[in-house]
């Protein structure tokens, strides 16, 4: 099947690529696509090729999260849309009656429901009959993933031209999904339970996912051919919505529940019909999940349904202008929504935490479901305009205002400040400019006030991951903080620092374990990279001059406990916190020219070149041999003539295990080049040198006379 891939894919580019006679080259291949396809289309299909199939492992996953058979049906629904991609009218006709045929023994099964005890049972027992029965689901439920995966060439471009092909599959699509809902096969008695029951769910399952495919070819046709078949259109989201709304539901197993989910939040975020509040199926659903007396859905699934019925109140509809928005009515809907969703947690008392055990994981339920479906919306609506992010915030604005107020007495609880952190982060990437300067700086003062060096301590050295993950929020928090433009959030960076720089990182500097220190440089870094003018106050002669006498330093103490942070950490063994902290200094030379700042260059530059090289030196980091040879090359070329007469002469003299002959051959044969590549090579012989030398003097018995 790869080297069928492979061949494919060269076919396509290859055709891609010769305009002229793009035809040519395909007739001489189609006959032998084609019959590929039929071929591939058999050997998935138990009806023809049972006894590999059967072969296959269904239960062990790989590396990748699939089993021997979803990797081998995987690869197979892939040449399949290799050829649709090339041929995609004999593709189409060559798959469609295959799915045809086993669509309708599937909507077939209703003639064999009969009344039982318990409901329903599927009057089919005879155990040839059963195995077929089988093996038609099986079949059914492969031919509807290909059918989903083929749901790309039919939109764009090619929407005019396949249009017909595509609207038969939806309506096929469309139709199964409600027969599968209305007749509740996934419910039924079978005489092989453990064999049709999955099946039957399966099925039920992939035609949802493959109708949620065409969710972007849906949206085309509501843009470009509403207005001439807008009643068809309607019928089929308003149909869709029938079969998606009994499924939502805890009697319903949850690989259906799930697909359902999807689906919803694919038609309310993709498609967007303007309609779509209206249809009875979708009041349903929205009042379902805001009715508190109504058992809770799996998180994921809840999680999904709030994040498909905010969309269709936040998202603006396609094609209609400002005013056509009805923003004043969906923004009432969408704040009774997030009421009814926040009901529990918003009764939650800020100044009592619960102390019996089960009041205090009653407490902790709420919050982690409430807080993983705001995050979630917010996540969602970050990046759409800024109505229906205002309309977002306003709504949550009293469960935000919560938060805050719970937050300290949950200081002790990692996992609950963990969930907290997770949704204010969430926050001030999505929300940052709805929630307004003075909010945004109470819930900084508020987090700066309640992280002091004992409650760091306690979370970094004594709850271990847990403890720290919150800590890494929390740096994560103020490093969206410290990316903002403009004088907001200035006030707070000396704050920022010096939580930094005495609080988080004498508890972190000498722990062997990476955790906290990532975040914590990444913010020093955005600190430094969005404040430079917080330390270098620049002029515009200091700018001819490139900082040289006449920049202004200011906060020269913060400035040098950073810069040591960083070169402490170069001594530390970990080898990703050794490329992140390089990689960003170079970066701040790059953008700042930080190597050339005078107390860089007086006081700190060849303190940095001499650990680097020391690291070299030791080979303990030898897989950024490269990344430090060049960071050496930008700090020495800095001043080369003090590299070469000042630094060099003194490095060889501090190097131990080497005599005064062996120090001066080295300083000899460093040649004065000043171009990186022969720079790098000197520098990497030079290391090379020493580490022999050593090695030579280290093996010598006692006495010897070195040449």
């Not at 994981?361 to 919306?377: G, R």
């Not at 938060?403 to 204010?424: A, N, R």
């Not at 260059?601 to 650990?611: D, G, I, K």
């Not at 030791?618 to 897989?623: A, E, V, Y």
């Amino acid at each position: 099947m790869d080297i069928w891939l492979l061949f494919l894919e060269y076919l396509t580019s290859k055709i891609k690529s010769r305009l002229t006679d793009r035809n040519t080259v395909l007739n001489r291949y189609k006959d032998a696509l084609v019959l590929l396809l039929r071929e591939v289309l058999n050997r998935i299909q138990f009806r023809y090729n049972q006894s590999q199939l059967e072969e296959l492992d269904d239960e062990t996953l790989d590396d990748d999260q699939q089993t021997e058979w979803q990797r081998y049906l995987r690869q197979s629904l892939e040449v399949v849309a290799k050829v649709m991609e090339l041929l995609p009218t004999h593709a189409f006709s060559t798959l469609f009656p295959v799915l045809r045929d086993n669509l309708t023994v599937y909507l077939g099964l209703q003639q064999f429901i009969v009344p039982s005890e318990r409901g329903h049972r599927l009057n089919i027992s005879a155990e040839n009959d059963c195995r077929r029965l089988h093996c038609s689901l099986r079949d059914l439920s492969s031919l509807l993933q290909a059918v989903g995966r083929l749901a790309e060439y039919f939109i764009g471009d090619a929407f005019t031209t396949r249009f017909n092909d595509a609207l038969t599959v939806v309506e096929r699509l469309v139709e199964s999904t409600l027969y599968g809902s209305r007749v509740k096969l996934y419910n039924m008695e079978t005489a092989v339970p453990s064999v049709l029951k999955p099946d039957l769910i399966d099925v039920h399952a992939q035609s949802l996912a493959a109708l949620q495919a065409y969710s972007h070819w849906l949206a085309q046709f509501s843009s470009e051919v509403q207005q001439q078949n807008s009643a068809q259109f309607i019928s089929l989201i308003s149909t869709t919505m029938e079969a998606v709304a009994p499924l939502i539901s805890t009697k319903v197993p949850e690989k259906l529940l799930l697909s359902a989910c999807h689906l919803l939040v694919s038609v309310a975020t993709t498609v967007r019909p303007v309609f779509l509040i209206r249809i009875a199926a979708v009041q349903k659903i929205f009042n379902r999940v805001t009715d508190s007396a109504a058992q809770r859905l799996p998180d994921e699934a809840q999680v999904l349904i709030c994040r498909a019925l905010s969309n269709i109140l936040l998202l603006p509809w396609p094609g209609l202008s400002e005013s056509e928005q009805q923003w004043q009515d969906r923004s009432t809907n969408h704040s009774n929504l997030i009421s009814a969703l926040t009901r529990e947690y918003r009764a939650l008392k800020s100044n009592v935490v619960p102390q019996g055990k089960v009041q205090l994981e009653d407490a902790k339920v709420v919050i982690h479901q409430t807080l993983s479906i705001l995050k979630d919306i917010v996540d969602t609506v970050s990046t759409e305009a800024t109505k229906s992010r205002q309309i977002c915030y306003q709504s949550m604005q009293d469960s935000v205002q919560v938060s805050l107020d719970l937050f300290p007495s949950y200081i002790h609880q990692p996992d609950v400040t963990d969930e907290m952190l997770s949704f204010f982060l969430t926050l001030f990437q999505g929300l940052r400019v709805q929630m307004g300067g003075p909010f945004t700086e109470q819930i900084i003062q508020t987090f700066l006030n309640m992280f002091t060096r004992e409650q760091l301590a306690e979370s970094i050295l004594h709850e271990g991951s847990a403890g720290c993950h919150v800590v890494e929020k929390f740096l994560k928090i103020l490093q969206v903080v410290v990316q903002e433009p403009g004088q907001v959030f200035k006030p707070f960076l000396p704050s920022i620092i010096a939580l930094c720089m005495e609080q988080v990182y004498p508890i972190v500097a000498e722990r062997p374990s990476p955790d906290v220190k990532a975040e914590l440089f990444e913010l020093l870094y955005e600190v430094l990279h969005h404040n430079w003018r917080y330390f270098f106050k620049s002029t515009v002669l200091a700018s001819v001059h490139r900082g040289t006498a006449e920049e202004q330093m200011e906060n020269e103490n913060q400035f040098i406990a950073v810069m040591q942070a960083f070169g402490q950490s170069f001594l530390q063994p970990d080898i990703h916190i050794f490329k992140q902290n390089l990689t960003y200094l170079e970066s701040l030379n790059t953008k700042q020219k930080l190597y050339h700042k005078k107390i860089f260059r007086t006081s700190m530059l060849f303190q940095f070149v001499n650990v680097l090289l020391q690291v070299l030196v030791h080979k303990s980091h030898d897989l950024l041999q490269e990344e430090i040879g060049i960071a050496v090359y930008n700090m020495a070329s800095v001043d080369f003539d003090s590299f070469y007469t000042a630094f060099l002469p003194e490095f060889l003299s501090s190097c131990s295990g080497i005599d005064a002959n062996q120090r001066t051959v080295l300083g000899r044969n460093f040649k004065l080049d000043k171009d990186l590549p022969s720079f790098t090579q000197n520098v990497h012989r030079l290391v090379n040198d020493l580490r022999y030398y050593r090695l030579c003097n280290g093996s010598l018995p006692p006495g010897t006379i070195k040449l």
